[in-house]
């Protein structure tokens, strides 16, 4: 009998990580087991241990936590919430890949991502993006999105009573994709990561 290999989710209980633990589980069971990382055990943790993940608790801070989260782990995916650790979170992440010999890593990224972004926090993305490039011998995907769908969701409400969507959109155009549609990408290439090694 062969075992499957198994898929790390980090940020497991926010939108995009939930959505990629249901997509693996639903569309590709057949073709690997699932571990979701999340910070504490609460009705997301349940959610996704009800739909058969298996849920490992740690803080992505801690460099201990990753290791244990990534034991007998071929696959990751890294998420990490947008703060100023965001950087040191993903130099655990890519240490403990590299520790434990992954195979392939994954990781969300950002469309306007990088090293001349006004913003901070979008040249911290395009930093992370390339740190996973550099860790030895492991394959990696980023994938790059634009604005979440959901943004605007939570504005509908201001929208409505002031009679216009106040978002920093200027005379930009953007295509809004779903924290679901998100999840089903990231899915595919960690269920079948070969086609997309190297590519963003």
Known sequence: MTTLPRVLV???SGKTGMATVFALIEHHSDAVQV???VRQDDYRAHALREAGAEVVFGDLGDI???????????RAHFLAAITNSSLDHAVNFAVAASEQDLEHVTALGQWLSSDSH???????TWLIDKLLTWVPEIDHTVINVGFLADNFMSMLGTAAQMGMLP???G?????PISNEDVGRVVAAVLANPTPYAGRT
């Open 10 to 12: 980090t940020g497991a």
């Open 35 to 37: 571990r979701a990382l």
């Open 64 to 74: 201990r936590d990753v290791r244990r989260a990534m034991k007998d782990v071929q």
């Open 118 to 124: 006004p913003s901070v926090l979008t040249r911290r």
């Open 167 to 169: 978002l920093p959109l």
């Open 171 to 175: 005379n930009g155009s953007t295509a």
